[in-house]
T-cell receptor, first 111, second 113 residues
Framework: GIQVEQSPPDLILQEGANSTLRCNFSDSVNNLQWFHQNPWGQLINLFYIPSGTKQNGRLSATTVATERYSLLYISSSQTTDSGVYFC?????????????FGKGTKLSVIP | GAGVSQSPRYKVAKRGQDVALRCDPISGHVSLFWYQQALGQGPEFLTYFQNEAQLDKSGLPSDRFFAERPEGSVSTLKIQRTQQEDSAVYLCASAISLPDTQYFGPGTRLTVL
């Protein structure tokens, strides 16, 4: 199966700062998603982005499928952005739709 | 409800007991997944259903784990003779079609003593 590497593993930001999280894949993926896991454990969908760029408020994501990486941008961070950010990819073999997750980036936004 | 629901939210079991975890997917979602998340790690795939058919169970760690979705909606993950290493959060996700966005439930935190 595919391997997913996320960086950095930990990130501390002052409120209002911007950040970029990166996700590298060992092989091409058909489905790529970014999630935010809040302190209560809920995985919240941020983006479904197999390729291209999407924006949603202060968040945006870019996937360069040919180079097997994706980036998540957080602008003007807020304390509510704290939590763990996961990227996950689906390798897309015959009948294989499982998501393979990275180990996550733990973000702490301090006031 | 609007989202995926799971019950119970928390379960404590003594080693050797059997447990059953329930998942209610989003209405109309054909695909349903179970994942296991150990502390400090990302979720790991267990099994996948398309309607009532279990199409992939390659992630189930042992034959003590069993999942079913008899009517193509609600799913149950059963763990027999629980072991301490089964302690984890069990997440359920559903999707209207594949490949597409998978939506996750709040999870069931299982603690085996």
């Amino acid at each position: 199966g595919i391997q997913v590497e996320q960086s950095p593993p930990d990130l501390i930001l002052q409120e209002g700062a911007n950040s970029t999280l990166r996700c590298n894949f060992s092989d091409s993926v058909n489905n790529l998603q970014w999630f935010h896991q809040n302190p209560w454990g809920q995985l919240i969908n941020l983006f479904y982005i197999p390729s291209g760029t999407k924006q949603n408020g202060r968040l945006s994501a870019t996937t360069v499928a040919t180079e097997r990486y994706s980036l998540l941008y957080i602008s003007s961070s807020q304390t509510t952005d704290s939590g763990v950010y996961f990227c996950a990819g689906e390798s897309g073999g015959a009948g294989s739709y499982q998501l393979t997750f990275g180990k996550g980036t733990k973000l702490s936004v301090i006031p | 409800g609007a989202g995926v629901s799971q019950s119970p939210r928390y379960k404590v079991a003594k080693r050797g007991q059997d447990v059953a975890l329930r998942c209610d997917p989003i209405s109309g979602h054909v695909s349903l997944f179970w994942y296991q998340q150990a502390l400090g790690q990302g979720p790991e795939f267990l099994t996948y259903f398309q309607n009532e058919a279990q199409l992939d169970k390659s992630g189930l760690p042992s034959d003590r784990f069993f999942a079913e979705r008899p009517e193509g909606s609600v799913s149950t993950l059963k763990i027999q003779r629980t072991q301490q290493e089964d302690s984890a959060v069990y997440l359920c996700a559903s999707a209207i079609s594949l490949p597409d966005t998978q939506y996750f439930g709040p999870g069931t935190r299982l603690t085996v003593l």
